[in-house]
């Protein structure tokens, strides 16, 4: 008969913020003490996943866990709840606006989370959970790692409101305004927006809810954690205006220049047209041409077009075309 084996990042017992390891090669999804919960995290590599899920999960809750693209969302279902949210990627050589998704399910004593890659507000609870430590309810995990996900996305949605700062007081001083740098910022804040913003809804419908799960505490924390949400999203879209606004500025001064240097081309063409024809005119190599013979011909010429070069500059300049 052949070992079926399951391989968690993390799996322990919590109950009274102490946290237990859960040694196992198949774990339950059930914690082994009562007055307590469970906390079982996967990679959704782990080839044993699938079958595992399959055992001790609703068949939506499975489906909803191993699925490759989701979104944020909150769904109530039967006794638990579906829930998946996203954390900006601050794993080496990764862009923060590449959002990590964590899936969730979550009853009154199990939470199974499973991720493709790193989620440091999860990890960071499961460093609190090796040294012993661990938040003494489900609902007070969920609020722990819903303010964990937020706090790190505000820290990402400040350095890129600095760096919008940083290239707007350029452009008022008159500084060079880079497109390369002002499309990658926008570019970044329309996909965490892209996230972000559900993510809000689903937190909103998060601290709505009551049962076993959430006590009031909780819904507090995550209420306070939507606020913040929504508080990003706000400063992510004043960001992005922003940055539109230098854009459309740059790209205004870019017309005014080009604007104003075929306008002068204009003008100078104006000018010389004229002396361009005149010279023409008496450049011509046949008989009867004026001044063929006179010494002196060559400098009225000159004279000439030098005085109807000063009258036409003249002009323009009292028309106010110059």
Known sequence: MTTRTVKPICAFDIS?????????????????????????????????????????????????????????????HDDGLILNLRGVNLNPNSSPEDMVSLRLWATENTVVSARMRKVWAADALRVAAESGTGPDSVGA?????????????????????DETDALEESGLQGGELSPDKIARLRQTIIKLRRYISPQRDALDVLSSLRGKILDKRASTHIRESANRTRRILEELDASRDRLTALQDQMDAERTNALAR?????SVVAAIFLPLGFLTGLFGVNVAGMPGMTAPFAFWALALASIAIGIALYLTFKFSKWL
């Open 261 to 265: 240097n075929s306008y002068l081309l």
């Open 141 to 161: 995990f969920l609020a722990e790692l819903s303010h964990g996900l937020t706090k790190r996305a505000e820290t990402v949605s400040l350095e890129l409101e």
């Open 16 to 76: 009274q913020g102490r946290a237990v390891p859960v040694s196992s090669d198949w774990p339950e999804a059930d914690p082994s003490q009562p007055g307590g919960y469970r906390w079982l995290h996967f990679d959704l590599a782990d080839e044993g996943l699938v079958d595992w899920v399959g055992q001790n999960l609703p068949e939506v809750a499975a489906h909803a866990l191993l699925q490759v693209e989701t979104r944020p969302r909150c769904d109530p």
